[in-house]
Structure formats: C-alpha cells, structure tokens
C-alpha cells in the first residue's frame, strides 16, 4: 500500500466498515452518557452521604439535575442496550445474552448468599448499590467470557 | 457442524470482512461459523446458500446420515 492511500474495498468490506463504524459510534455514545451520568452524580451531589456506604439519607442532588440524571440513566441502562440488540446479528446478540443472563444470575444469587453472611454477622447488610454492583459485574464478568469462549 | 466456508471464500478470494459485508453480519460472525464455534441461525443459513448458490447441506454437514 503506498502510503496515504487507502486500499480498494470490496462492496462486502464496504459494508462491514459501515457496520463497524456504527457500532463502534454506539459504543461510543453510550460511553458518553454512563460518562455525564457518573460525573454529574458525583460532580453535583450535594450531601454526605455514599452509594458504596449505603447511607441514601444523605445524597442531595438538585431536583431538575436528578432528573435528567435519572432520564439519562434510564437510556443507559434500558433503551441502549434494547437499542444495541437491533445492531448486532445473532452471534453477538448470542453473547449480549450471556452477559445479561450472567448478570441476572449474581442478582439473583447474590442478594441471598449476601444476606446469609449478614445473617452470620460475616459481611454488612446488603444494600441495593452492591446488589447492583454484583449484577454490573457479573453481566460484564460473563460477557467477557463469552467472547472468549464463544 | 462442519462447514464449507471457508474453502467457498477462498474460492472467491474474499477477506472474511467481505464475506460478512455481504451477509451483513459482524466478520467475528463469519470467522466463529468458519471455525465451527457458532452455527448460524436458519435465516443466515439461507443467505449463505444464496450467495454461494447452493444449498444448505452442500455447505453445512451436520455429521449425520442423510
């Protein structure tokens, strides 16, 4: 190839660029609103309190930026994601499921495995944050595995 | 489930990123089939078959007896 020129492509490879381009740009803006969410919550917050302590009393945020907040993580967490399936083709949507099964399974699991070590004073009581927390990253833990072995 | 898929593209001298543009799959797509770490689903089957103008049992060999 000489350089500063881009090799020919075939009207396939055409279309797979596009493809990847599209999905790489989801990926992208996806990243750009967990982004703003996460800053806002953490910029802006107001009270003393800690999603990771679990002491909800405290967190103070203003009204209007809580919701667009809140709007913002409902995109996140819901329409993206059911967004993101429409882009991908079976094999990819195959290992998306995966990852969610994963992350429903330490949800489920999780709270109550967690509550019996608080039961047995072996952990603090469980709190909504770190049940999320163990579902986030079993979803990602299992859509990682996916890749690799799928 | 063994397939001709790879032998087929090499026959056309297409990248797998060809091939994919083609189906409109992902190309980590077209390489899982190829390696046999993924079976398509019925429909892709067919697209296949239809670019390569075959039939599904002429690429795709599930080991079992017809």
Excluded at chain 1, 49 to 70: F, M
Excluded at chain 1, 114 to 134: D, E, K, R, S, V
Aim: proline share 5%; aromatic share 12%; glycine share 12%.
């Amino acid at each position: 190839m000489i350089l500063g020129t881009k090799p020919q492509l075939g009207p396939g490879e055409s279309n797979s660029e596009k493809r990847r381009l599209r999905y790489m740009g989801y990926i992208a803006f996806c990243g750009i609103v967990g982004g703003i969410g996460g800053f806002a919550t953490g910029f802006f917050d107001q009270g003393d309190g800690s999603l990771l302590t679990g002491d909800w009393e405290l967190l103070r945020l203003p009204p209007a930026l809580a919701l667009v907040i809140a709007a913002l993580m409902l995109a996140g967490f819901l329409v993206l994601p059911l967004y993101g399936f429409r882009l991908v083709d079976d094999y990819q949507r195959e290992q998306s499921l995966v990852g969610y099964t994963g992350g429903f399974l330490g949800v489920m699991a999780g709270f109550p495995v967690w509550a019996a070590l608080h039961a047995g004073a072996f952990a603090p009581a469980p709190n909504a944050f770190g049940i999320f927390a163990i579902g986030f990253v079993s979803m990602c833990v299992s859509y990682l595995y996916s890749r690799w072995r799928l | 489930m063994r397939n001709r898929l790879k032998i087929l593209r090499a026959e056309r001298d297409w990248s797998q990123a060809e091939l994919a543009g083609r189906l409109d799959v992902s190309r980590q797509a077209v390489n899982a089939i190829e390696t046999g770490k993924h079976d398509p689903s019925l429909p892709l089957a067919f697209r296949i078959a239809r670019l390569f103008d075959l039939r599904i049992e002429d690429i795709f060999d599930d080991g079992e007896p017809a």
